[in-house]
């Protein structure tokens, strides 16, 4: 069955340095992903999606990378910030699970400052 | 604009026992999903309404698991009886467009089972 997983469980960075955050997805014919952040207590909170039409998508200090050949994305978070510590889900869609999004295990990332 | 309101935050039962969380969405979608997240793993989507018609529950326990969306608003889900393995976070989410759309998140109703 399809599955979603990242390859690093937890990242701790210290405040300002970049940070990456990888996802490796199983299903060739997925062809929607997004990136989620959550924080302690609360919801999954949006940061960006990508479609399988397009290699790289630019946000605000974020940028997804898909790399389909591989079926791997990443989550590029630039000068990151304490207020970014959370736990980052990859979620993907698409084939014939289409309508549903499947969620990766999470990354927790902490900023030190 | 209102987010996505879910109740109760907490809820502690003893297993056997019967449990309902109540979700009402952003005004305007409609789409609807509750979802599980059991500690240390991603969400995983227990059933999707359009409307008050369901489009996706082939993960719902349905010998145990209940869930309606009347008048196609507010929606409640229920676990009758519970097992110590749905301890778990219950989201809900809802989406304006249907799938594609961003979804947004309740804060969850967090669930100990006994």
């Known amino acids: 069955g399809e599955s979603v997983g990242l390859h690093l469980p937890t990242l701790s960075v210290q405040e300002g340095d970049n940070s990456i955050i990888n996802c490796a997805y199983s299903?060739?014919?997925?062809?929607?992903f997004i990136w989620y952040k959550q924080e302690s207590g609360k919801g999954p909170q949006f940061i960006i999606d990508i479609r399988s039409n397009m290699d790289k998508r630019q946000g605000q200090r974020v940028t997804v990378l898909l790399n389909k050949t591989v079926k791997h994305l990443s989550l590029q978070i630039a000068a990151t910030q304490p207020g970014d510590s959370a736990v980052y889900f990859c979620?993907?869609?698409?084939?014939?699970?289409?309508?549903?999004?499947?969620f990766g295990q999470g990354t927790i990332l902490t900023v030190h400052p | 604009e209102a987010g996505v309101a879910q109740s109760p935050r907490y809820k502690i039962i003893e297993k056997r026992q019967s449990v309902a969380f109540w979700c009402n969405p952003i005004s305007g979608h409609a789409t609807l999903y509750w979802y599980q997240q059991i500690l240390g793993q991603g969400p995983k989507l227990l059933i999707q309404?359009?409307?008050?018609?369901?489009?996706?529950d082939s993960q719902l326990p349905k010998d145990r698991f209940s869930a309606e969306r009347l008048k196609g608003v507010d929606s409640t889900l229920k676990i009758q009886p519970a097992k110590l393995e749905d301890s778990a976070v219950y989201l809900c989410?809802?989406?304006?467009?249907?799938?594609?759309?961003?979804?947004?998140f309740g804060e969850g109703s967090r669930l100990t089972v006994l």
């Open positions: 299903n060739s014919a997925s062809d929607y």
């Open positions: 309404f359009q409307n008050n018609g369901v489009v996706d």
């Open positions: 979620a993907s869609a698409g084939g014939t699970s289409y309508g549903k999004l499947t």
């Open positions: 989410a809802s989406s304006f467009q249907g799938f594609g759309g961003e979804l947004f």
